[in-house]
């Protein structure tokens, strides 16, 4: 069975908690590199699983306590390469390389197991973005039936710490048949762990394609899920006025040049294009415009298309510098602040109750379509997910102060973006749902948020 399939085995409570992807910074054991910047993480030095944020011990404790609350965790894995020259070359789990003779004993690879050294700069090369190297990152061979089975050794092993999937770093500079013989050779996940007998492991691979490339997304979905670039580029200009929301009205799949919905992972931005590395540049919204990167990711939760990743950050002025750390170079921990909220240099979008509330709503709207889909053919725009959940945005300069049909029964819902409901009450602004589901929705352009958002399983 392929790597994609697994969706087809899950059941509906796994469905869901999957439809928001926590993704954790890679595990393996990565390059030092002077001052920490948060890339040296992507820096290959050996499998072995040590880096600033843990040791192997640390990293089962924290995916063994997520798992029974029913946070899935998808680790990021670095296949492609190892790290570039540097000397001399230390671990941050204490290995050694020589890496201007490609030779890493810790795993072992030496040269053979490598490309020849070329770097990439032509795009429009097929081949030469598979077998020249990225950023001067040596090069690893997955033709290799070792080098492939090394790197099974170390998926399986993550397997059986109880993590759910995986996403794979750089995949468009690998061939799709070599990926999909190491996905092929992955376990099913741990039963132990609260997995169904027989789940296999979730993978979505980065491949960047905004069009254009000789390397095309569609060469990568017929045996994994994909990270769909496209999707936070034109909703980062949607939000930012770039664009208008009435355009979409007819958001996913193929008139807009998206995967199809169940191949595509997506996301309004990522650690990459969100200090200007990656894809995306100007358009990516990024928690620095709160009011307009909200409501992107309110559409994106409310909206069926894809698998929605959320990012939590840290913060940064320096788009190179690493997480806050102290004088010893240990990485801090977020402080927790009483509304939830957190600080000491981190940002932690998914704890702002505007994103995580509209988490519980597309877990409440589950697959219901999109009706009820309302525009004043500008920047205001609505719609319903079926009976289950309803939701408006204003990112216009006029008021929206309007009946609309929601979709959703007679009563009074609380919105869960201003506010939510808690202990048998609205803490934000209450929304009356009239005997033919109209609604006055009203979301004036300086208000706090540009969105309301009200469903089911917040009603009075
Ligand atoms: C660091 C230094 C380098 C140094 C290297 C080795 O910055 O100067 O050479 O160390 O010493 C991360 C950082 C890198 C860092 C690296 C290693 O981002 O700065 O290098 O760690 O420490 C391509 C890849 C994609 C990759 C992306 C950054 O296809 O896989 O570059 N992302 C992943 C990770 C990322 C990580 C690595 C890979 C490496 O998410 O964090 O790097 O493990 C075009 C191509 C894309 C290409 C981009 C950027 O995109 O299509 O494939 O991504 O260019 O080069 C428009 C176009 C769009 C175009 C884009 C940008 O939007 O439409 O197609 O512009 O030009």
């Not at 843990?54 to 670095?78: A, H, P, S, T, Y």
């Not at 200007?276 to 415009?289: C, E, M, R, V, W």
């Not at 320096?318 to 010893?328: E, I, L, V, Y």
């Not at 597309?362 to 939701?391: C, E, P, Y």
């Amino acid at each position: 069975m392929s790597a994609r399939d697994f969706l087809d085995q899950w059941d509906t409570l796994q469905f869901r908690l999957l439809q928001c992807i926590w993704q954790v910074s890679p595990v393996q054991e990565n390059l030092i590199i002077s001052k920490r910047p948060w890339y040296e993480r992507y820096q290959t030095m050996s499998y072995k699983i040590e880096t600033r944020s843990g040791n192997e011990r640390l990293f089962k404790q924290m995916v063994r306590r997520c798992n029974k609350v029913g946070v899935r965790i998808f680790v990021d894995v670095i296949l492609n390469h190892m790290t570039s020259n540097k000397i001399p070359a230390i671990g941050t789990g204490g290995s050694t390389a020589l890496t201007t003779d490609k030779e890493y004993p810790a795993v072992p690879y030496s040269k053979v197991h490598f490309h020849k050294t070329c770097a990439l700069k032509d795009y429009s090369n097929a081949t030469e973005v598979r077998e020249c190297e990225l950023l001067s990152l040596h090069d690893l061979d997955q033709r290799q039936e070792y080098v492939r089975q090394k790197m099974v050794n170390f998926l399986n092993s993550l397997i059986d710490a109880g993590v759910a999937g995986f996403r794979i770093d750089a995949a468009k500079h690998m061939y799709p048949e070599d990926l999909e013989i190491i996905y092929g050779r992955l376990k099913d996940l741990i039963p132990g762990q609260g997995f169904p007998k027989k789940s296999r492991p979730f993978v979505y691979q980065e491949v960047i394609d905004l069009g254009g490339e000789s390397v095309k997304k569609s060469d990568y979905n017929k045996t994994a899920t994909v990270v769909e670039f496209l999707f936070g580029r034109i909703l980062g200009d949607a939000f930012r006025g770039i664009r208008q929301l009435r355009e979409l009205e007819t958001w996913g799949d193929s008139l807009w040049g998206l995967l199809p919905s169940r191949d595509a992972v997506v996301m309004i931005d990522n650690h990459d294009n969100q200090r200007g590395h990656g894809a995306g540049g100007s358009s990516i919204l990024t928690y620095k415009t709160p009011k307009q990167y909200k409501m992107a990711v309110a559409f994106m939760l409310a909206h069926p298309y894809g698998f929605a990743r959320v990012m939590s950050s840290f913060d940064f002025n320096d788009t190179n510098a690493g997480p806050p750390n102290d004088s010893q170079e240990n990485i801090l921990s977020p402080i927790i602040n009483t509304g939830g909220t957190c600080t000491n240099g981190w940002v932690c979008e998914h704890r702002w109750p505007q994103i995580y509330n509209m988490v519980a709503f597309r877990n409440v709207v589950a697959d219901a379509a999109i009706t009820n889909w309302w525009t004043n053919d500008d920047d205001q725009v609505a719609f319903s997910r079926g009976n289950k959940g309803f939701v408006a945005f204003n990112n216009g300069n006029t008021a929206l102060r309007r009946w609309l049909t929601t979709g959703l029964s007679a009563g009074r819902y609380c919105d869960v973006i201003s506010g939510m409901l808690s202990g048998g009450r609205c803490t934000g602004k209450t929304i009356d749902v009239n005997e033919n589901s109209l609604a006055l929705i009203e979301i004036l352009p300086n208000d706090l948020d540009g969105v309301v958002a009200i469903h089911g399983k917040a009603k009075l």
